[in-house]
């Protein structure tokens, strides 16, 4: 099963596609968090700290599909290099003015994140358009689903690391050096070079209008709820069960879980078609995830952990195939920057509002939204899914 991954190891640019798509996943992981740990530490602000973060995550999430479309029509090189420098004096931006007033602190924090390059949609579109074999093209979307996952182990650690070590600045100035070797790296390795000479008809059209791709982002945003959710309602109840240190070590089992079953999914051949296997593994994580509602136990809620996060990447790693399907190949930078915002404008929603759960009603509570907002993901596709087949007939 291992020679799956060995043949995509063994394709032309796969070392830097995977390595500098690795390097530029962990300041993608690490900001969020270095940011609350910088505004709250200089500002002593929690409150201002998670506005701060929130104006990061949502300003990628608007802007970053508007960059994609611009890396499909003149190529990866010729955005990324801009967006990467971007970045960096918008990161050197928000460090000079996080003790000086809070509009300055928030527009930097805007900059920031609108102009982050979405790592994991460069290189998945360039597997997209180099490999067409979907059955190698679904073991490269595994390895991508796996880094993504490794990634947001490591970087929260690290950042915390840093933190301790060398102060709240350390976090975000190892993101800046990251994100240079990693934007540099794929620009220079990079063998797009724009859709100006493909078929203009395919950018004439929306994405948003292209059937099913409503549904899926849709159900992207619900799956964010959980996203976003999680970590607050796991490290509420180890609070109140007075386990706190066991938290963290939680909050990584999701990540953890999901990891081994995103390479065991690429192991395996499928037949059935990829919108199937996204509805599936939507509803297998509800399932799953409901389970913690019938045994609120801390002795147990390691194990309800780890298997409500096995579904977790086989549901993007459908996604994205999915999503490869819908839209023309021209257009899947901007298409794969739609569904990372989704997710992120979730994952945004679903901190703010499980905080307020947990806040008002206690830590175990919040698994009811947890699982709820699983559910919501799995209908939405089922029915937008249904929808798909009756225009296809």
């Known amino acids: 099963m291992a020679g799956s991954y060995a043949l995509i190891l063994r394709k032309p640019h796969a070392r830097s596609t995977f390595g500098f798509g690795m390097v530029g996943r962990i300041p993608m992981a690490i900001n969020s968090v270095a940011i609350v740990f910088l505004v709250s530490d200089v500002r002593g602000s929690f409150t201002l700290a998670g506005i701060t973060s929130s104006f990061y995550t949502l300003a990628g999430a608007v802007v970053s599909p508007r960059v994609g479309k611009l890396a499909d029509r003149f190529g990866t090189k010729r955005v990324l290099l801009p967006v990467t420098l971007a970045n960096v004096l918008a990161t050197i931006g928000l460090l000079l003015s996080v003790d000086r007033g809070t509009p300055g602190l928030l527009i930097f924090a805007a900059l920031c994140g609108a102009t982050f390059p979405t790592f994991g949609g460069y290189t998945r579109t360039r597997w997209s358009r180099s490999i067409d074999s979907q059955e190698e093209l679904a073991s490269a979307l595994s390895l991508e689903s796996v880094m993504d996952e490794i990634a947001f182990v490591l970087g929260p650690i690290l950042a915390g690391f840093l933190f301790s070590l060398y102060g709240s600045r350390s976090p975000l100035l190892t993101g800046i050096a990251f994100l240079a070797i990693a934007g540099l790296g794929l620009a220079i390795t990079s063998t797009d070079h724009g859709g100006v000479e493909r078929v203009h008809e395919d950018h004439k059209r929306a994405i948003l ?4 791709v409503k549904s899926l982002l849709l159900s992207l945003v619900a799956l964010g709820l959980l996203f976003g959710s999680n970590f607050v309602v796991i490290i509420a109840v180890a609070k109140e069960g007075g386990r706190v ?99 992120s ?49």
Not at 251 to 265: E, K, M, R
Not at 289 to 297: D, E, P
Not at 354 to 370: A, N, Q
């Open 209 to 212: 209008a292209i059937p099913y």
């Open 245 to 343: 240190s066991d938290g963290g070590l939680w909050v990584g089992l999701y990540p953890l879980g999901s990891a081994v079953a995103g390479l065991i999914y690429g192991f395996i051949h499928w037949k059935s078609a990829n919108a199937i296997r996204y509805t599936i593994s939507l509803i297998v994580m509800t399932f799953c995830t409901s389970g913690i509602l019938f045994f609120q136990n801390l002795d147990t809620i390691a194990f309800w952990i780890i298997l409500s996060g096995i579904a977790i990447a086989p549901a993007l790693i459908s996604a994205n195939a999915f999503m490869k399907e819908l839209v023309p190949l021209s257009r899947l930078n901007e298409a794969f920057a739609y569904l990372g915002a989704s997710i």
């Open 345 to 393: 404008i979730g994952v945004t929603l679903g901190s703010a509002s499980s905080g307020i759960i947990v806040s008002h009603y206690g830590g175990w509570k919040g698994f009811y939204f947890i699982t709820a907002a699983t559910a919501l993901s799995a209908l939405i596709s089922f029915f937008g899914w249904g929808s798909l087949r009756k225009v296809e007939k």
